[in-house]
């Protein structure tokens, strides 16, 4: 079965620094999302992306945030100044016409 | 807006007892329900969805949920626990045509020996 592939499973950075965070969608799929958990806490919304731009984000996705889909098969997360708050475990999804989301195994994110 | 509500952030229960983790919703619009396992150190995997056909739906593992919009709940169960099922549930919803899957706060499942 198709599954959704998150690279790094572990990212370790500095605050201050940006971070990547890269995502590969199940191929046919057309929607496509980041969620984040922090340690011990809910799931939470981050972005959606459609049609090669963004749908709907959250008041967490501030301009620290972006999303990109460089090319036909990455999804990618970039927060450009970290900080410790930013640590968490990020999810990315994505879905078809009235699916439901598929995960990948996340990357935790950990800002020293 | 949509929201969920899930009732009892911690669900103690014997091995071979029922579950019932319980969701309630909240939507303007015919919803889309999901519920979540998460496992330690590992993503969400789907259990199970409901999309407007029949009420009640089964999923994976020996889990089902019942819609009720009357109650509008959707809630989680599963006759005979195991040790395996010991896990985080969440349960979401998304409007139909939406673009936000919107989670509970979830709910961890202990189940003892």
């Known amino acids: 079965e198709p599954e959704v592939t998150q690279t790094p499973s572990h990212q370790v950075t500095q605050m201050g620094q940006e971070v990547i965070l890269r995502c590969v969608p199940i191929s046919n799929h057309l929607y496509f999302y980041w969620y984040r958990q922090i340690l011990g806490q809910k799931v939470e919304f981050l972005v959606s992306f459609y049609n090669n731009e963004i749908s709907e984000k959250s008041e967490i996705f501030d301009d620290q945030f972006s999303v990109e889909r460089p090319d036909g098969s990455n999804f990618t997360l970039k927060i450009r100044s970290t900080k410790l708050e930013d640590s968490a475990m990020y999810f990315c999804?994505?879905?078809?016409?009235?699916?439901?989301?598929?995960f990948g195994n996340g990357t935790r994110l950990t800002v020293t | 807006a949509q929201s969920v509500t899930q009732l009892g952030s911690h669900v103690s229960v014997s091995e071979g007892a029922l579950v019932l983790l319980r969701c309630n919703y909240s939507?303007?619009?015919?919803?889309?329900l999901f519920w979540y396992v998460q496992y330690p150190n590992q993503g969400l995997q789907l259990l199970l969805k409901?999309?407007?056909?029949?009420?009640l739906v089964k999923g994976i593992n020996g889990f089902e949920a019942e819609f009720k919009k009357s109650e509008t709940s959707f809630h989680l169960t599963k006759p005979s626990a195991h040790m395996s099922d010991a896990a985080e549930y969440f349960c979401a919803v998304t409007n139909t045509g939406g673009f936000k899957t919107i989670f509970g706060a979830g709910t961890r499942l202990f189940v003892k020996a």
């Open positions: 999804a994505s879905g078809g016409d009235n699916s439901p989301l598929h």
């Open positions: 939507s303007s619009v015919p919803p889309y």
């Open positions: 409901y999309t407007s056909a029949a009420t």
